[in-house]
Nanobody, 122 residues
Framework: VQLVESGGGLVQAGGSLRLSCVVS????????MGWLRQAPGKEREFVAA????????YYADAVKDRFTISRDNAKRTVYLQMNSLKPEDTAVYYC????????????????WGQGTQVTVSS
């Protein structure tokens, strides 16, 4: 299984970015998917998760109402739309495939992408 993220970059505070993650190697709809991030000097943290069908979604409190996770199973892709970005959103963002078809914020992930850098300037 391979996960390849794209869409990171540098944006001013208040701006938007859309991250994409293409998954190959197994039936995509059998994976619950998540986005996690790691800022410099901090531990990796949960951002958002979505079930295999897309019907169950979780967000971290820090991003709720600003970020939207979605998936297109036909394109084998999961997205993270990030609006109203803040400097504290600066981090490397990772796409990951969960062990559970219905991932929660506490779920474990067993396949990871390489990460994409998001930098928000003030």
């Amino acid at each position: 299984v391979q996960l390849v993220e794209s869409g990171g970059g540098l944006v001013q505070a208040g701006g938007s970015l859309r991250l994409s993650c293409v998954v190959s190697g197994r039936t995509f709809s059998t994976f619950g998917m998540g986005w996690l991030r790691q800022a410099p000097g901090k531990e990796r943290e949960f951002v958002a998760a979505i079930s295999g069908s897309g019907g169950s979604i979780y967000y971290a409190d820090a991003v709720k109402d600003r970020f939207t996770i979605s998936r297109d199973n036909a394109k084998r892709t999961v997205y993270l739309q990030m609006n109203s970005l803040k400097p504290e959103d600066t981090a490397v963002y990772y796409c990951a495939a969960a062990r559970s078809l219905y991932p929660t914020p506490q779920s474990e992930y067993h396949y990871w992408g390489q990460g994409t850098q998001v930098t928000v300037s003030s």
